[in-house]
């Protein structure tokens, strides 16, 4: 069950993070060459591109949790005996699951704090680019139930969260 949800809201997450990239690869020529061939600049551009690149960042970390490429420190865990090894494996998945759950909770404030709020070019609310906090948690807390529901362990013996 975790493993396919994980799978499949991170085959939404590349793909919409393909999508944003490709609008944000767009929208940073057009302004190029807006200014350098016309002489005019899309005043709204840069606030856009910031703001997909939050989104893509945030939906970045989700997937390089669920592919365990962020980076981690294995070569003590390694040397664990297999006991040993499965509590720090345990202990590293609850640490990750308690650092997501925070930035959803915090996130969600964060998004309902700045709900009125309008972005000064576009006149979005500034809750569209903070949502990604929570968002990307959530997805994080989905990925790194997976991991521990197949119980990753590396050779040896050691825990790690990867996947």
Known sequence: MHELLSRDLNRVAEWVMAVLLAVLTLLVGAQIAGRFLFGYSLFWSDELARFLLVWIAFLGMSVGVRRGAHPGVDSL???????????????????????????????????????????????????????????????????????????????????????
């Not at 590293?92 to 959803?104: D, G, H, K, P, S």
């Not at 569209?128 to 906090?133: E, F, I, K, S």
């Not at 989905?142 to 529901?149: K, Q």
Request: hydrophobic share 45%; with cysteine.
């Open 77 to 163: 865990v390694r040397t664990l005996p297999p006991a040993w090894g499965r509590a720090a494996f345990l202990g590293t998945i609850t640490c990750c699951l308690l650092f997501f759950l925070v930035m959803v909770g915090h996130g969600t404030l964060l998004v309902l704090r700045t709900w009125v709020q309008r972005s000064p070019s576009l006149g979005l609310r500034m809750s569209l680019p903070y949502l990604a906090v929570p968002t990307a948690g959530l997805l994080m807390c989905v990925h790194t139930l997976a991991v521990a529901r197949r119980g990753v362990t590396p050779p040896g013996g050691g825990g790690s969260l990867g996947g």
